[in-house]
């Protein structure tokens, strides 16, 4: 009888450790929808057989407060998240595909209280750990900004200081005019790439890997295909990373869940022709991924 | 990556099969449209394996040395030996040789080869390119025939200017200072959606050398203008376009060109025998990215270069006999045979006898003396004319294919048209056909061993074929470490001149008439002979180049042992011109470079070089100093102050020691979104002797120039 009673009483302390208390109702929207769309959604049920996981077209749902406070929300995309910040009574929801310049725009320094902003950025930090393995020489972090992302530099100074590291910021308020571009490729050790859209996106990326290769200075960041394009290196996460990141949150009670946060998980690219012609060492993706990993713990 | 301990092995798997799909529609990597930029077809090798020795003079130490033209950076090059025939003619050679023709070096000015066909020179003051345009010199030592080319046959200097798309807003600078120094440079670029463009203008003023060896005024200054255009345009993602348009124009002093043969006493015809310099240039290149690993380029180039030089000379009338041009024709020696024999018949008349020779060329002699005692050696005066024009068309296709990550294959097909026209050396036109086929292999073997080797296949219509090797090896310790082991030959085709030249001066306006005529040919020519074969050059060469990246610090160390056979020493002369391929030459000695980053202030920079050599001619003993090289150290000081020292020293350039201390201090001042730079150069040279040649002397030994720069 008290081996029983314990038995239950250790299988009660498991549940409520490693599973959420009930079964969830999970809702992703977005005014896309696509064969990608419906995969992820299909994988994050694939995870959370506990769950009711289910895709709905943004134009097909009622307005946020109609729908019963016990759902969790997974808003794909910024057209979802206005739908969300309609009003503020609804069920939580957790922010996804957002970068920090977006959430900028849309919110300046405001979180609202139901929304989770989970950043489409690579975390800071992170990226200047992955700098630190890569360039250890490297000191002087140079970062191009334009207006909607000058905030950004207050951040990465933060996540800069305890590794040593300097931010050297350049406005480059026009990408015909490589100017600034040249200026703080001069006065810096590398070119650290940032999710503002406006700066690096296809149309600029000959231009400034072509420019900081030319001065001999490696880019990092900002994403996997920048790092296909001819990036040095990059954190980044994808599907995968997302899911098992997700899957964590959704354990907890939205209650827990941060106002704002970067994926749990997360991988590095590298690319070793760019490594090569720069002469630098580059160790094996996987190996990378678990040194900046490992610096999290610190 | 931080391992989820709740994902059973079987969905680890299922999310494993479906990563393929789903990196190709990754939810989360939504950039699909991001081109490859640097792909292996764009990357160049990291410095430690590169299959040579190379020095690169960047924007920074070109701007900090500030030199006003190119070959006085070159002087930071380990092994380049600077010299001046004049105040606007400079030599520079690597590993030195002759001093007075550079002709076994190759200039590229972004791809296209300034090297003049007809008199195989270089001439530095009238490439049309600005210092300002400048990005940066890459300076290649050693032969690389199969990258670029005969005539890299010691070297290469490859100077690339600044891309349109770097070079937006407006720069405006002038230099003024001693010595008759007053440079401009005005240059605009603006860009667009796809491309850019670049128009620069620029001038150069100086009064070169202030006294020849005997205190007397040198007439050897310069003036020049200078037009650049420069552009380019991404034609869509796969294509681009970049093209050039480039003159040039000055005025360069000479020294009057003549000296009487006959009579020393006979007046200068003319002040000088200046030279009026044109150079037109244009060039188009079409780049082709098949894919990431193939890729492919068109350049073809346009040039024109235009050399007026027109004075007036006096000389004995019997200098334009015609029984003493036919005697030349017979036998030059006997000619100088019979020149002695007219100072002894002046001197000591009694002792004279007529030459012994041939039977016609004493009745020639003999009628001479005839001429000259009957009023032949009265002076006359005519205009001279010693222009040139050459033009040349290059096309060059290159292919770049990248096999695999660790193979890369470089090869290509190129022709060249070289044209040269002048009734003084060439007596009318003369033209070569160059067709040269190359091929470049890459191959990198686990992460250490690299091996590279190729050959070029030449052939030049008026010097024959040849085929000429090159392999290196090299074992990088680490990718910043590596040492190499390199052999090569190279080639380089005897030049129009030295082959075919037909040098006669047929002077025009000859007041009085000699011989009735106003218009004679000079006695003394010269031919080429047609049948010179190619120089050819071995070398061998073993290095070190490393990276020490956590103090700053690039080394490059160079051992080598070159020859050279079937050299082709004999200058460029109209008298007793008998060029063969009968000499060589040998060179061996180290090298080294240090590139020093002390701080992000400070900056060293040291080059040295040892030289042994041995040439079989006296002539080729003269550019080579046994211990040359430079010291530098740049710093800036913060709140837009900067500055930078530099030594240069040569044991013996011509026999003449050089050693020069140059400092140059700048102040950068911000005015809104413009920036205005204020710097003052001054030059000290350490040493009291002539520079190259005993003619080239300054009144000071020191220089001092100011230049302002406002950039918006």
């Not at chain 2, 600078?173 to 120094?181: A, C, L």
Request: glycine letters at 6%; aromatic letters at 10%.
């Amino acid at each position: 009888m008290r081996s029983s009673w314990m038995r239950h009483w250790l299988l009660f302390c498991c549940l409520l450790c490693s599973a959420p208390l009930h079964a969830a109702e999970i809702l992703l929207s977005g005014a896309e929808d696509n064969p990608a769309i419906r995969a992820f959604s299909a994988a994050l049920a694939e995870l959370r057989p506990q769950d009711r996981v289910r895709f709905q077209p943004l134009a097909q749902l009622p307005s946020p407060e109609r729908i019963p406070a016990g759902t969790r929300l997974i808003l794909l995309d910024l057209h979802a998240l206005d739908w969300r910040l309609s009003t503020a009574a609804g069920p939580p929801a957790l922010m996804l595909r957002i970068s920090r310049v977006q959430a900028r725009e849309r919110l300046g320094k405001h979180r609202p209280a139901q929304l989770s902003l989970l950043w489409s950025d690579p975390a800071p930090a992170r990226q200047l750990r992955l700098v630190r393995l890569l360039l250890p020489q490297a000191q002087r972090i140079g970062v191009l900004h334009d207006e909607h992302s000058q905030f950004l530099l207050d951040e990465l100074r933060q996540a800069a200081t305890p590794l040593g590291l300097e931010i050297v910021g350049q406005a480059w308020p026009d990408s015909r005019d490589n100017r600034p571009l040249l200026a703080l490729l001069q006065r810096s050790d590398l070119l650290f790439g940032v999710d503002d859209d406006d700066l690096f996106n296809p149309r600029t990326a000959k231009n400034l890997l072509l420019t900081s290769y030319g001065q001999q200075r490696a880019m990092i960041g900002p994403n996997a295909s920048f790092v296909r394009a001819g990036s040095l290196a990059s954190v980044y996460s994808d599907q995968q990373d997302w899911l098992n990141s997700l899957d964590r949150l959704l354990d907890q009670p939205p209650s827990s869940w941060p106002h704002s946060a970067y994926p749990a998980y997360f991988k590095v690219l590298g690319n070793r022709q760019v490594a090569r012609a720069l002469a630098i060492e580059l160790a094996d993706d996987a190996s990378l991924t678990q040194q900046v990993a490992e610096g999290e713990h610190l | 990556m931080a391992i989820n301990p709740r994902a059973s092995l079987p969905l680890s798997l299922l999310a494993l099969l479906a990563t393929g799909e789903v990196l190709g529609d990754d939810l989360f990597d939504n950039h699909h449209a991001m081109p490859e930029v640097l792909t292996a077809t764009r990357l160049k090798q990291a410095p430690a394996a590169v299959p040579g020795s190379v020095t690169v003079l960047d924007s920074a130490l070109i701007k900090a040395s500030g030199a006003r033209d190119i070959p006085e950076l070159l002087r930071l090059v380990p092994g380049m030996m600077v010299g001046y025939r004049n105040g606007n003619q400079a030599t520079a050679n690597y590993h030195g040789s002759n001093v007075t023709e550079a002709r076994r070096l190759q200039v590229l000015i972004d791809g296209r080869s300034v090297y003049r066909p007809g008199l195989a020179s270089v001439d530095w003051t009238d490439i049309p390119v600005a210092i300002e345009d400048i990005e940066r010199i890459e300076v290649f030592r050693g032969p690389n025939t199969v990258s670029y080319g005969a005539n890299a046959l010691m070297g290469v200097i490859n100077i690339l200017t600044r891309h349109p798309l770097d070079s937006r807003g407006t720069r405006l600078k002038t230099t003024q200072g001693q010595r008759g120094i007053h440079d401009w440079y005005a240059s605009h670029g603006s860009a667009w959606q796809d491309g850019a463009l670049r128009l620069s203008l620029s001038g150069l003023q100086d009064s070169g050398f202030d006294h020849d060896q005997f205190g007397r005024d040198y007439r050897d200054s310069r003036r020049l203008n200078r037009f650049n255009l420069s552009a380019s345009q991404q034609l869509d993602s796969r294509h681009s376009l970049a093209w050039q348009l480039a003159a040039k124009e000055g005025s360069n002093q000479r020294p009057y060109g003549y000296a009487s043969v006959f009579d020393e006493q006979i007046a200068p015809g003319d002040d000088g025998s200046d030279v009026k310099a044109r150079d037109y240039a244009g060039s188009l290149r079409w780049t082709l990215d098949f894919s990431p690993e193939h890729s492919l380029y068109l350049q073809s180039s346009a040039q024109h270069w235009e050399r007026k030089q027109v004075w007036r000379a006096c000389e004995a009338e019997v200098a334009f006999s015609p029984e003493l041009g036919e005697l030349w024709d017979l036998n030059p020696f006997y000619v100088v045979k019979f020149g002695d024999y007219l100072t002894q018949l002046k001197n000591n008349p009694t002792n004279a006898v007529l030459p012994p020779g041939t039977a016609r060329e004493q009745a020639l002699a003999t009628a001479v003396r005839a001429q000259l005692f009957g009023g032949g050696a009265a002076p006359v005066c005519g205009d001279v004319n010693q222009s040139m024009r050459e033009t040349r068309y290059d096309f060059e296709v290159q292919d770049t294919l990248s096999l695999s990550d660790d193979l890369r294959l470089l090869s290509g097909l190129g022709y060249r048209y070289d044209h040269a026209d002048s009734e003084t050396y060439f007596n009318g036109a003369l033209s070569n056909h160059i067709w040269r086929l190359f091929g470049h292999l890459e191959w990198q073997l686990g992460a250490h061993w690299l091996v590279q080797g190729g050959a070029m296949l030449e052939d030049d219509r008026l010097s024959g074929s040849s085929l000429t090797p090159r392999i290196a090896v090299n074992y990088l310790i680490t990718p910043r470490h590596g040492l190499r082991a390199v052999y090569s030959e190279a080639v380089r085709s005897p030049d129009m001149y030295e082959n075919n030249v037909d040098w006669r001066y047929r002077v025009r306006n000859l007041q009085p008439q000699a011989f009735g005529q106003s218009s004679a040919t000079y006695f003394a020519r010269s031919r080429g002979p047609g049948d010179l074969d190619q120089e050819i050059m071995r070398s061998r060469e073993l290095g070190y180049n490393g990276s020490f990246a956590d103090v700053g610090i690039s080394l490059d160390i160079k051992l080598f042992y070159d020859e050279i056979h079937g050299m082709i020493s004999e200058p460029l002369r109209n008298d007793r011109f008998f060029p063969s391929n009968a000499n060589s030459m040998r060179f061996s000695g180290a090298e080294t470079q240090i590139d020093w980053q002390l701080s992000h202030a400070d900056r060293l920079r040291l080059s040295y070089a040892y030289l042994d050599f041995s040439a079989s001619s006296h002539l080729d003993r003269r550019l080579s100093a046994r211990h040359s090289g430079s010291a530098g150290w740049l710093r800036d000081w913060g709140q837009g102050w900067s500055s930078a020292l530099f030594y240069y020293g040569a044991d013996q350039l011509n026999q003449y020691r050089f050693e020069r201390l140059d400092l140059r201090v700048a102040k950068r001042i911000t005015i809104g979104s413009a920036a205005l730079e204020l710097a003052g150069v001054m030059q000290q040279r350490l040493d009291d002797e002539p520079l190259t040649w005993q003619e080239n002397n300054y009144d000071e030994r020191q220089l001092l120039y100011f230049s302002a720069e406002l950039e918006f």
